[in-house]
């Protein structure tokens, strides 16, 4: 009889320990986003699943319909017989490839909150008098500051109501029209979002704004959030060095500082100047551009160890490109540091 339990056991471990092979699909979007999903692919490998990732360089309109007709790479993507799939809700293409290689399984992805809008199409009920959408904001109502007039909430659900209707075509009618002629006539990206196994919100759901929620939803705020590290010997000098600390500028992988128009950059320069007490480390991607060699407080570099600096207690302030919505202080919550961040919005990220 004991042997029988033994053999029962063990066979019930090896059933506990089963993997999955997943594909992670990444376009080379933007950097921030190919490592968002090259983190949760990292994460699954630790969980112990077979993962593949495959990140191109480009999957729109055009150039999605030259990857679901390329034969060769489908056929190779198919014959994986992955059991999941993962990509970003904001990429079409990763649907249209669902459709050709007939994966019924994936996860859908929001690299920021859950916007409203989206989540209406999910199910989830909307609650735009207080929970404002932000995608549609530029164009038809400006966002309004909280605390909410009555017309503050009236803008917020006429956005909705057009949001609604236009998010699915904005967003997937491209690629929606140049690949049905592969994959026929009844392919509808937003049918497929709605059919995603879970969703995961890159949110911490404790800092979330209070809305209604799905057993859908995974909240997946910090995921792959490393521990901050001992400076360089070269920044731990500044911040030694510096007699009323240290503001950190960057903008991100999307909004480089090169690329900003002169007066911009003077406009900068200018408020650098009139505080010669603080050192600025600015992420700034050229660095043999002259025009910054006259500011002693002011160090540029192309690269700057963000989360390090952040946690250091001569870091005094954050000038920064949101660039995952209400999650971008993350790092600083997980740390339990206190920070005044600067948020320096561009579109599609969340004025809340």
Known sequence: MKPIFCIVLLLSCIRCIQTYKILVYSPQFASSHVNFMGTIADVLVQGGHDVALKTLSDSFATLCKYQIIDDKIMNQIKSENFDLA??????????????????????????????????????IPATPSFLHDNIFRYVM???????????????????????????????????????????????????????????????????????????KIVYIGGIGQAKPKALEQKYQQLMDNSRKGVILVSFGSIALSYQMLDEQKQTLLSVFKDFPDITFLWKYEKEDDNFTA??????????????DLLNQSRNALAVEYRKIGISASKGDLMNGKEKLVQDIESILDDPR
Request: proline residues 7%.
């Open 86 to 123: 993962i990509g970003e809700i904001f990429d079409a293409c990763f649907y249209a490839i669902l459709k050709r290689i007939q994966l019924q399984n994936y996860i859908t992805v929001f690299s920021n909150a859950l916007f409203p809008i989206a989540a209406s199409h999910l199910g």
């Open 141 to 215: 109502f400006e966002h309004s500051p909280p605390p909410l007039t009555y017309i503050g909430r009236a803008k917020g659900i006429v956005n909705h109501v057009l949001g609604y209707n236009l998010f699915p075509k904005f967003f997937f009618g491209n690629i929606e029209e140049i690949t049905r002629p592969v994959l026929g006539q009844d392919f509808d990206v937003m049918s497929m979002v709605r059919g995603s196994s879970l969703i995961f919100a890159n949110v911490d759901e404790h800092i979330d704004f209070p809305r209604p929620v799905s057993h």
């Open 294 to 307: 006259n500011y002693k407080n002011l160090v540029i570099g192309k690269w700057l160890p963000q989360a």
